[in-house]
């Protein structure tokens, strides 16, 4: 009983007051996500490190839900699942190493370079879906969740002395990667581009997913659209910005189940007492019955404010 106490109250390496949570918690922020997914691609020696591992050989969508979910659970688990997260990625990585068939380079998914790339990718792109879906954050708060985000990556071998210290250089950093000519289409990146513009019958919301492959195609940088054949007009400009808009001001009529992604919800209920399982979490709910997260007193105020 005592441990069942104690995993309530445990609000993981954040809690529901973080930004990090308001954040993450959004579907449509999750569709960066994807975005970064198809950055990662771009490198040649991440993407050989998902070829060692089969990830787009043998059901490949399920393997990045798999990937995502372990990620979300860092984020909103409880401190021992977060750990546990952490460890089966650790572990995972520590076996991925090789010569990458395409650049004849050694990699290693452990090289504080290349998680360097993985992770810089996942926080420019959450902040980038943030502020075209949500428009909540402003500057104080996306250098708070760059350095929130800082701790999920620890446990994974990258020092925090490695990480860009502000959003500004962080992005600045990625630009640099961008326009060193380190990034390449190759036939891997393609089968991701491909996975996001088509993914299999059975994903949840699959009726959603144009839209989906066209936020996570479209707000890539110019570079990378280039790379992956995305013709990107002014009209294709426009839908975007009309999509972000509707977007941003239809999200508060949402109910909570298509609002917000499951691993939040089930946070939010494990905190209410109610028994949830953080690691069997898919990213989306099917069906109605979970409710958002419960402020602390004192907080109410603040959060209808955003």
């Known amino acids: 009983m005592e441990q069942r106490v ?21 579907g449509s922020v999750v569709v960066g996500g994807l975005r970064a997914l198809l950055m990662h691609a771009a490198h040649p020696l991440v993407v050989a ?95 708070r969740f760059h350095e929130e985000q800082m701790l999920t990556v620890e446990p994974l071998r990258l020092p925090r002395e490695r990480i860009p210290p502000t959003v500004e250089e962080l992005e600045a950093y990625v630009d640099g990667v961008i326009a060193s000519g380190t990034l390449r289409r190759t036939d891997d990146a393609m089968v991701v581009a491909a996975l996001v513009r088509d993914p299999p019958g059975g994903v949840p919301r699959r009726w959603l997913w144009k839209l989906i492959s066209f936020l996570s195609l479209h707000t890539l940088p110019p570079a990378l659209r280039e790379l992956y054949g995305v013709r990107h007009t002014p009209l294709h400009e426009l839908g975007l910005r009309t999509v972000c808009w509707v977007m941003r001001h239809d999200r508060p009529l949402m109910p909570p189940r298509w ?43 603040s959060r209808r404010s955003r």
């Open 259 to 301: 609002r917000f992604i499951a691993p939040a919800l089930i946070a939010g209920a494990r905190l209410r007492g109610e028994r949830a399982d953080q690691g069997a979490a898919a990213l989306f709910l099917h069906g109605a019955g979970w409710r958002v997260p419960r402020l602390r007193a004192g907080h109410a105020a």
């Open 6 to 26: 104690d995993r309530e109250r445990d609000e993981g390496l954040f809690g529901p007051e973080s930004v990090s949570w308001r954040v993450l918690r959004e």
């Open 49 to 143: 490190g998902a070829r060692q591992t089969g990830m787009y050989e043998r059901d490949p969508w399920r393997r990045l839900e798999r990937t995502l979910r372990q990620t979300f659970t860092v984020v909103f688990g409880t401190r021992l699942e977060a750990e546990r997260a952490s460890k089966r990625i650790d572990d995972v990585h520590g076996a991925i190493k090789g010569i990458d068939e395409v650049t004849g380079q050694r990699y290693d998914a452990r090289d504080p370079e290349l998680l360097l790339w993985v992770h810089a990718c996942l926080v420019v792109s959450f902040l980038e879906m943030e502020r075209r879906t949500l428009g909540k954050l402003d500057r104080a708060g996306r250098q």
